[in-house]
């Protein structure tokens, strides 16, 4: 029944939620919210790594290691979290529009261009199958991001603390 209806879907098939879903599922860095959550800190702190080859030289400019240790370790630290943050965001714009896409019981699309769009309608089968994919699939996802934005947090805020007590 699904078959018939996706069938009959006007909607290109690179515009459709589901194949919106399945690409971003299946892109190289959106595919890295799905693993367990410890592949998921490991990718998170390789992103904080690899910021600090930016964060480091900055942090050393103001605040010399040799003299200013704690300081230079808490602004790379923070400097490096800003790589981290734009990633998350991403991450969390992306999952967010497939999200809505799916829910939506409307469906905007573009035809041949950006000045000829349409919507459609989904059938009712349609969207409880998107719904359900939502639901099961991306709201864990969402939650999860939205987690690591609160332990993001939680770290400037104990930073914060600690640069006042030094």
């Known amino acids: 029944m699904i078959e018939s209806s996706v069938s009959k879907c006007p909607v290109p098939t690179e515009q ?3 194949n919106e879903y399945e690409d971003l599922k299946s892109s190289w860095l959106f595919q890295d919210c ?6 998921y800190i490991i990718k998170i702190v390789g992103i904080w790594s690899f910021s600090w080859l930016f964060a480091g030289p900055v942090a050393a400019a103001s605040f ?3 003299k200013h240790t704690a300081q230079f370790i808490l602004c790379g630290a923070a400097g490096a979290s800003v790589g981290v943050i734009l990633v998350l965001v991403r991450l969390y714009l992306g ?3 497939v999200q809505d896409r ?10 041949s261009g950006w000045y ?3 919507t459609w309608t ?3 089968e349609i969207l409880m199958r998107d719904r359900l994919i939502v639901n099961y699939s ?3 996802i969402i939650q999860r991001l939205q987690i690591t934005f609160a332990g993001l947090a939680v770290l400037f805020v104990t930073g914060t603390i600690v640069w006042h007590l030094v």
């Open 122 to 124: 989904k059938p009712e």
């Open 116 to 118: 000829d769009g349409q």
């Open 95 to 97: 999952w967010s529009y």
């Open 34 to 39: 799905t693993l367990n959550w410890r592949d």
């Open 138 to 140: 991306i709201k864990p």
């Open 102 to 111: 799916l829910s939506s019981p409307i469906i905007f699309y573009e035809e």
């Open 16 to 18: 459709q939620p589901l």
């Open 64 to 66: 010399p290691l040799h």
